[in-house]
Nanobody, 123 residues
Framework: VQLQASGGGLVQAGGSLRLSCAAARRTFSNNAVGWFRQAPGKERAFVASINWRGGDTRYADSVKGRFTISRDVAKNTVHLQMSSLKPDDTAVYYC?????????????????WGQGTLVTVSS
């Protein structure tokens, strides 16, 4: 499964961005999808995930109440709506397709990764 993440950019603190993750060539409709992020000098960290049906979601504590993950099964796309952005949210954001249908929070639960999209939040 080839994944393509898009929607990153430069935004001021307090602003919003919407990231999208699309699957090329094959569908990931039977798999959970997650978003991770990696800031400079830091390890890749879990942000949010959604199960294959779209009814179960997981969020990192740092983004709860500010980020919302959703999926459009018909369009084979997963979105991450990010609001009230903070400078600490600055990172490269990656989407990934999980090994199974359930929303997972650990990196080891994911097998296919997109190329990443840079989000920069200025203060």
């Amino acid at each position: 499964v080839q994944l393509q993440a898009s929607g990153g950019g430069l935004v001021q603190a307090g602003g919003s961005l919407r990231l999208s993750c699309a699957a090329a060539r094959r569908t990931f409709s039977n798999n959970a999808v997650g978003w991770f992020r990696q800031a400079p000098g830091k390890e890749r960290a879990f942000v949010a995930s959604i199960n294959w049906r779209g009814g179960d979601t997981r969020y990192a504590d740092s983004v709860k109440g500010r980020f919302t993950i959703s999926r459009d099964v018909a369009k084979n796309t997963v979105h991450l709506q990010m609001s009230s952005l903070k400078p600490d949210d600055t990172a490269v954001y990656y989407c990934a397709s999980a090994r199974g249908a359930a929303a997972a929070v650990g990196i080891s639960g994911y097998q296919y990764w997109g190329q990443g999209t840079l989000v920069t939040v200025s203060s």
